[in-house]
C-alpha cells in the first residue's frame, strides 16, 4: 500500500509537472490523438472527453479513446504522451495484438473473481464464524487461492499490453515531429511512471496470491 501510495504519488507530481509545459506544435491532446490513429488508418475509432482526473482509457468494446479535460484539451508533453499511448491501445485493437486479445477474452473471468472475492471477504469480516462454520476451512482459500490466481494473471498480461503501447506512443510522437527531443523525454518519464502504477499492481497481486496459497498450504499439511 506504501509503495502504491508512493508511485501514484509521483506519478501525479510528473503528471503535473509535464501538464505545465507546452508543447512547440502547440497540439491538443485530441487532435494528437486524431491524428495517430489516422496515421494508423483506424477510422472507426472516436476520441471523447471523459469527466476526472487521470480517467484516460480506449474502451474496445464501443472503440472510443476516452481523454480526461487535462489531456483532451491539454497542449502539454504530458497531454501528448497519454493521448498517445491510449491510441496504441487502439492500434493493438486494430492489428489484433495477441496479448491484449489475451487480456480482453481474461475481462469477463476477472469481473467475476473480483466479485466472489469482494464477496468472500465481505461475508469474512460481517459474518465469518457463519462462513467458517459452514464451509470447511480449505474449501474457503482455495476459491480465494483461485480468485487471486485469476487477477495476478490478469495483472500480469496488463504489464506488455501497456509497455506496447507506450512504445508505439513514443516512437510516433518521435517519428512524426509532435514532440522535440525534451519534449520526448519529459513524455517517455511520465509514461514510465504511468506503467509503475502497472508493476505495483502486479506484484500486490503476485505476493497477495502467494500468502493466501502459504496459507492453504499449510492448513493442508
Known sequence: ??????????????????SQI????????????????????IYDVQVVSVQGTLTDHYN??????????????????AAAAIAAHECGHAV???????????????????NVSARVLNFVIM?????GFLLYSSFPTNLILTVIVGCYSVITLFSIVTLPVEFDASKRALAWIGSHGIVNSQEHEMAKDALKWAAMTYVV?????????????????????
Open 1 to 18: 500500500m506504501i509503495v502504491s501510495y508512493a508511485v501514484n504519488t509521483r506519478l501525479k507530481n510528473k503528471f503535473k509537472k509535464y
Open 60 to 77: 474496445p468494446s464501443n472503440k472510443t479513446v476516452n481523454l480526461s479535460p487535462e489531456v483532451y484539451h491539454g497542449r502539454s508533453a
Open 22 to 41: 507546452g508543447l512547440r506544435s502547440n497540439l491538443s491532446g485530441r487532435e494528437i490523438a486524431e491524428r495517430m490513429l489516422s496515421d494508423n488508418k
Open 201 to 221: 499492481a502486479a506484484l500486490g497481486s503476485l505476493v497477495t496470491l502467494m500468502y493466501y496459497l502459504m496459507i492453504l498450504l499449510g492448513n493442508r499439511d
Open 92 to 110: 493493438q485493437h486494430a492489428t489484433a495484438y495477441s496479448f491484449l486479445k489475451f487480456r480482453s477474452a481474461m475481462v469477463p473471468l476477472q
Open 123 to 127: 461475508v469474512s469480516i460481517f459474518g
